[in-house]
């Protein structure tokens, strides 16, 4: 009886030390058909995740940070060195802000610039710019074809991404992690040099917040580039009077209002500079506020006295105006 005993303890005691080590011959780990299938129908059935990380665009090193919620909304951080952009995609149109983008992107005239002041770094729509689109990274078809299936040539279990217990899946384009335990969702794909998909090459994403309500909807207060009379107000110089500048110098100009009268962070402001043309030299210089605003096409008149002149002693001066839209305070 004894002798049963100690063996029956024997054997509770391999099973338990064989439970705690790693199976022979790969027993017990997931197999690469549910790998591959647990991270490309994952992408498709989650409501929503998230793809944040670095890319490279032709020159361009890019930063993302990629909100996406099924069937067709998306929030994304953008940025380089030069620029960013911040752009959100639902049902009810598309929406945008950045204001290096918006210049880099707008025409060079004073109208242009004029609206790139007056959006400064607000939301705005009404104009097309480009959202990344990367079908091989965000759907299930698109990702197996790409990075899963014959495209896998080796495998690593046991390693980690953030914290989470994964299996690597590596092959000729990218090393892609998807996490050991059911429903084996994508965790990491990091793309090999040279390697070049949907346009970008030197990806390295990670996706999380499976599932996550990123409550992504249109912005509030954003303006409508396709409607001028809704935006703030953009004033350009259609005439520079000098008629009384005398002592004092009271210059005035006649200002065309070729945005709205919706708020704006500040008022307008025009800025006169009265120049020698045979030197160049400033003579002087006075800034006048528009208020109050007119509407969409109409007209009003600004002026301001430029202190220290005699309009009597520089006959042959020249008087600019200059419009300021960025709503000083």
């Known amino acids: 009886m004894l002798k049963v005993v100690g063996r029956t303890l024997v054997a509770a005691a391999a099973l338990v030390a064989l439970a705690a080590c790693d199976l022979p011959f790969g027993l017990g780990s997931p197999t690469i058909r549910a790998l591959n299938s647990g991270a490309a129908d994952g992408l498709d059935a989650a409501g ?19 909100e996406l919620a099924r069937p067709r909304t998306e ?27 918006l210049a880099a992107n707008m025409g060079s005239d004073p109208y242009s610039q004029s609206l790139v002041q007056a959006a400064g770094d607000a939301w705005w729509t009404g104009l097309s710019a480009p959202a990344p689109v ?19 040539t080796s495998r690593t279990d ?31 794909v990091h793309m090999y040099p040279g390697a070049v998909v949907d346009g970008i090459s ?20 954003a303006l409508d580039f396709a ?38 962070r500040g008022p307008s402001a025009v800025t006169f500079t009265m120049t020698d043309p045979q030197s160049n030299s400033v003579l002087g210089k006075c800034t006048a506020l528009v208020q109050p605003d007119v509407g969409h096409s109409a007209t009003t008149t600004v ?18 105006a200059a419009a300021d839209n960025s709503g000083v305070s």
């Not at 929503?48 to 990629?66: C, H, M, N, P, V």
């Not at 990806?203 to 909807?217: L, P, S």
């Open 134 to 152: 990367f079908p091989d990274f965000t759907s299930g078809s698109g990702f197996r074809a790409t990075f899963l299936g014959t495209a896998v």
């Open 227 to 264: 409607d001028q009379s809704t935006l703030p107000p953009i004033y350009t110089v259609v005439s520079v009077d000098t008629s009384a500048c005398g002592s004092p110098c009271v210059v005035a100009a006649s200002l065309k209002n070729l945005g709205g009268k919706t708020s704006s």
């Open 303 to 320: 002026s301001c006295p430029i202190g220290g002149v005699n309009g009597a002693d520089h006959n042959a001066a020249l008087v600019t």
């Open 75 to 101: 929030h994304v951080l953008l940025s380089s060195t030069n620029f960013s952009l911040e752009a959100i995609i639902t049902d009810h149109g598309s929406y945008f802000r950045g204001r290096q983008f």
């Open 48 to 66: 929503s995740f998230r793809i944040a990380g670095a890319y490279r665009e032709e020159a361009t090193q890019w930063k993302i940070d990629l």
């Open 158 to 188: 046991h390693v980690s991404v953030g914290g989470v217990p994964a299996v690597e899946l590596s092959g000729r384009r990218a090393d892609v992690f998807v996490s050991e335990a059911p429903p084996y969702r994508v965790l990491r």
């Open 202 to 221: 030197h990806a390295d994403f990670t996706y999380a917040d499976y599932g996550r309500d990123f409550g992504i909807g249109p912005p509030t207060g």
